[in-house]
């Protein structure tokens, strides 16, 4: 599983550095143009590496074996139509708009259905009864948050530093990149430590130190420098190479053999919804956040404030050393001041979202002491 993560974790290594340099020296719709040649060889391998098991071959083989197009296409439509609503949700001001609830409904109604449709069958295409095995359930909701936040965290740094600090697409990725080294580097590290410690204990360690990375994010100022954003994300990354792993263990040692592909499809697709609904949440929490702070700070912009007073009128002073004309240079000081709260309420927006995104991580610890226990791994697992 560790070396599995650390070509998972590749994609963050040169993904965000090399979209921003695309970005940056042709055109930012060219980035998509990537998916083409990857996809390609993705192809190739799986079709000359990848091999169904034995037993997995017998069973779709066999006489019985019957493909659930109901239940496939409940579940299809229920995810098409949420990625609608949590897409297109802040842009059309959610429940306020009659497009964004009649996805709802649809979603609410085909996500419902699809859990009884497929409780129902014997072949069913998410067979839910695994949640019945406490570990994996608790795993695949630890998993939720982990996608919420590394997904919401993950898309709010760059965004922060292209809106407010004025870096290109490929210096922001030059910032997240780092951590992503950090991860491959750690990663094997921590498939070692399995073998002497609970899972249990690495998760809690990793989500303590990718929390502490979030919070110091949440005390970010306009005046950030290039080696504290990258320092801040390399700890929070170091803490996320101890949970990949250690999750998964958890998640996957009392299943079955026969069930364990039902089980993989459910674990991926909660990480998945997470990371849909992560970047979703941070999107809205940042427009209204934003408007919060804004609402605060411009209730000081009065001549009744001293301080409003004296900074209107050295930036008036300074314009008309420039050579503006005093009706001028007072609009022009204006407007700079005005300028500068929003930039301090995108700020301070920002700063309540890497809040609450650390503050959502602690939740896992306590699904940890909820697990069964899990013993050190001593040896490789044999599969038959």
Known sequence: MAVYGMGVVVAPVIGPTLGGWITDNFNWGWIFFINLPVGILSLILTSSLVHDPPYL???????????????????????????????EGQRNDWLSSNFIVTFAVITAVCLIGVVVWELRQKQPVIDFHVLKERNFALATLSMLVLGFVLYGSTALLPLFLQ???????????????PGGIVI?????????????????????????????????????????????????????????????????????????????????????????????????????????????????????????????????????????????????????????LYGSVLKQAGMLAFADAFWVMGALFLVIIPLMFLIRKVPPVRGPMLVE
């Not at 809106?163 to 990149?177: E, F, H, K, P, R």
């Not at 303590?208 to 949440?218: D, E, I, K, P, R």
Request: glycine content about 10%; some cysteine; hydrophobic content about 50%.
């Open 184 to 336: 491959c580097i750690a990663m094997p590290a921590v498939g070692m430590l399995l073998r002497r410690y609970q899972a249990r204990w690495l998760v809690i360690f990793g989500v303590a130190v990718s929390a502490a990375g979030l919070m110091a994010m949440s005390r970010f100022t306009l005046q950030l420098d290039y080696a504290t954003a990258v320092r801040s994300r390399i700890v929070q990354s170091f803490g996320l190479a101890f949970l990949f792993v250690p999750i998964s263990t958890v998640a996957f040692m009392r299943i079955p053999r026969e069930r364990m592909n039902y089980a993989t499809g459910l674990y991926n697709l909660a990480r998945n919804i997470g990371g849909s609904s992560g970047i979703a949440a941070t999107t809205t929490m940042l427009a209204r956040r934003a408007q919060f702070h804004q609402s605060v700070l411009v209730s000081h912009l009065t001549p009744y404030d001293p301080a409003y007073r004296d900074a209107l009128a050295k930036a008036s002073m300074a314009l008309q050393a420039a050579g503006s004309s005093g009706a001028d240079a007072a609009a022009q000081a204006q407007g700079m």
């Open 163 to 177: 809106t407010l600090l004025g870096y290109t697409a490929m210096l922001s990725g030059m910032v997240l990149s």
């Open 57 to 87: 071959i017998r069973k779709s083989l066999g006489k019985d074996f019957k493909i659930d197009y109901m239940g496939f296409g409940l579940l299809a439509l229920g995810l098409g139509s949420l990625e609608v609503v949590l897409d």
